[in-house]
């Protein structure tokens, strides 16, 4: 009998939710963000979101047969097998999410050896471990308030290093693992170590959505997703691949969006008015910040940017020595307002968030058509992913 699998549900057809998703585009771009808290009560979609990336994920190259996905551009972040290759044969990989499991052991997190293959050949290879799975990817912990205590103090010491290394019967494998950290969480069920959630780059707080058509619009969109999702595939295709075209050209923009001088002063003096601890949370916001810039494609930074950026980095951190709360979202604009108001003369600063989907919302029309009168849009369908990635010759000979 054939068995007929049913589609994932799709980043563009999700209603609302536009600061979540542009805190988590913004890490698809830019993974030297680094990951992504999403805190919010059940039912908000927090899960779906973050799986419903997996069709618009971008491409990199990678080492043929490593494990660890190596940078064939990045020597100095060759894992030790890469390190004694003699070829260095490219291949394209798209990024993926990597789940770690509430139940997931330390092995089979840190890495081991492949006991099975060792009984039986009494060969010892690497069993690769979820933090090399997630290097260049999303390491995805869901409800990571629950995690237990030792897991947490791995992920923590992880995050802290760019390398890992996997110690088990006279073997050592030292491995980059730079991951992008994605974790949801109930706040009702368990708060998180102030230890870990400074770990977390940015935070959004997602929240029940109360507007009746928008509502509305989420039971069309899952009823028809359920019931016949590759006509929710066929109905999507077009904003999907308008997604992907976005992250594209980011990607490309990114490296040349520059930040002034005025706004990197007005960033120094609100953090440090609001007493937040550590530099961290100012170079997030300006990585961010500089993210958020290029997904509107830009290349220069505008302060709207720049207030979204720190109500994303700011908002989960306490402050002081651990004195003080979080700052709440009012203090954070209020502060940043005046901070770049006085620093750069501009204009009243309006908090404003990029929208992903520009999907009309329709709810006169019949369940599953609503989209498919929309207007015409740009045809994307000829957008390969490889189109701006990097295209490389990687055939070059490392000596060692
Ligand atoms: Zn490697």
Known sequence: MTEFRKRPYLFSAIVGQDEFKTAYLANIVNPKIGGLLISGPKGTGKSTIVHSVGTILPKYEAIEGCHFNCDPERPEKFCTSCQTRDELTPVTRTMKIVNLP????????????DIENLLKSGEKNV??????????????????NLLPDHLVDDILDAAASPWNTIEREGISITHPDEFILVGTMNPEEGELRPQILDRFPLCVKV????????????????????NDSNKFARIFK?????????ILEAKTLLPGVEMNEAFLYSIAEACGELKVDGQRPDIIIVKTAQTIASLDRRTDVIENDILLAAQFSLSHRTRDGGLLEPPTKDEIKDVFTKSLRKETSA?????????????????????????EDAEEEEDFSDVKPDDITLKKKMNRKKNL
């Open 102 to 113: 509430l139940s997931c052991t330390e092995d089979r997190l840190i890495g081991s050896i």
């Open 127 to 144: 069993q690769v471990g979820l933090l090399g799975e997630a290097n260049r990817n999303i390491l995805y912990i869901d409800e990571v």
């Open 207 to 226: 929240s029940s959505i109360h507007d009746p058509r928008q509502r509305v619009e989420i039971v069309k969109r899952n009823i028809l997703h359920e």
């Open 238 to 246: 077009k904003d999907e691949e308008s997604c992907r075209k976005i």
């Open 347 to 371: 204009k009243p600063v309006v908090s404003e968030v990029r929208k992903f989907s520009n999907l009309s919302i329709d709810i006169d029309k019949e369940s599953g058509s609503f989209l």
